[in-house]
């Protein structure tokens, strides 16, 4: 295994750990305009939204070593990305190469049911990691 990977998986695992992030939610009294958002630490969870509401999932990652989350499976009638992955990186006042960052991606919860969101950290050669997240989307009226 890679060094790389060894210290991405050593890293998701200390901020599982620390309950760094969460599931937080915020909404409004209008139904389908709340946020969601999750992380590392909601993985293998289910998640429930209204239709319209926005599900924002933010993983660590480090765009420096080539590796990038991407989606592999979400159900399009439930549950769309609504514009490309944000990348953003780590504080880093000493300037170190290889420092590493958040990326954010948004969903649009549309219709009820229910749907599995997997990503998966692609290596530079566009392969499938060991590492992969997954959280099962409930959507209401």
Not at 20 to 40: A, H, I, Q
Not at 57 to 77: D, K, P
Request: hydrophobic letters at 35%; glycine letters at 10%; one cysteine or more.
């Amino acid at each position: 295994m890679p060094v790389m990977r060894k210290l991405l998986i050593v890293l998701i695992v200390a901020l599982t750990s620390a309950g760094c992030g969460g599931n937080s939610s915020t909404s409004s009294d209008k139904p389908g305009t709340g946020l969601v958002r999750v992380t590392e630490a909601n993985a293998g969870q289910s998640v429930k939204l209204d239709a319209g509401d926005t599900l924002e999932v933010t993983l660590t990652s480090n765009v420096t070593t080539g590796y990038h989350w991407e989606v592999i499976a979400v159900a399009s009638g439930i549950l769309q990305q609504a514009g490309p992955p944000v990348y953003v990186s780590d504080p880093n006042p000493e300037q170190r190469m290889g420092s590493g960052g958040k990326t954010t991606f948004d969903f649009k919860a549309l219709t009820p049911g229910e749907a599995d969101l997997k990503l998966n950290y692609m290596s530079p050669a566009n392969e499938q990691s060991e590492t992969a997240y997954s959280i099962t989307v409930k959507v209401g009226q």
